[in-house]
């Protein structure tokens, strides 16, 4: 993760302003809340405008997307992003990894 800041700071400085953004991280043990926000600070300063977080804890082995938790997390998340893309215009329809949403 340090060695994918250090070399952000140099690429993305602004290059990502007037983007939207979404950060996600699984973890498996701890500390995935903490990289999240870490990742949240860089695109912040990068410029971009965050629309959601998705910060998952992964217990091994399974199948993320077999999460109902996760899924309408993710749901949840990429209709906002969609919303703040649109600039509250008019709807579109999201689809999902596992169908309509």
């Known amino acids: 993760m340090k060695t994918i800041i250090d070399l952000a700071h140099f690429v993305m400085e602004q290059s990502l302003y007037g983007k939207y953004a979404i950060s996600v991280t699984t973890y498996e043990n701890y500390g995935g809340r903490d990289c999240a926000k870490v990742l949240n ?3 912040t300063y990068s410029g971009a405008t965050l629309c ?4 998952f804890r992964k217990k091994v ?6 999460k109902p938790r ?3 997390k993710i749901q949840k998340t990429a209709n906002r992003f969609r919303d703040q893309m649109l600039g509250g215009g008019e709807a579109m329809e999201f689809i999902g990894m596992k ?3």
């Open 70 to 72: 996760l899924t309408k």
């Open 61 to 66: 082995p399974s199948n993320l997307l077999e």
């Open 52 to 55: 959601g977080t998705i910060a």
């Open 41 to 43: 600070k860089l695109l």
């Open 99 to 101: 169908g309509s949403v």
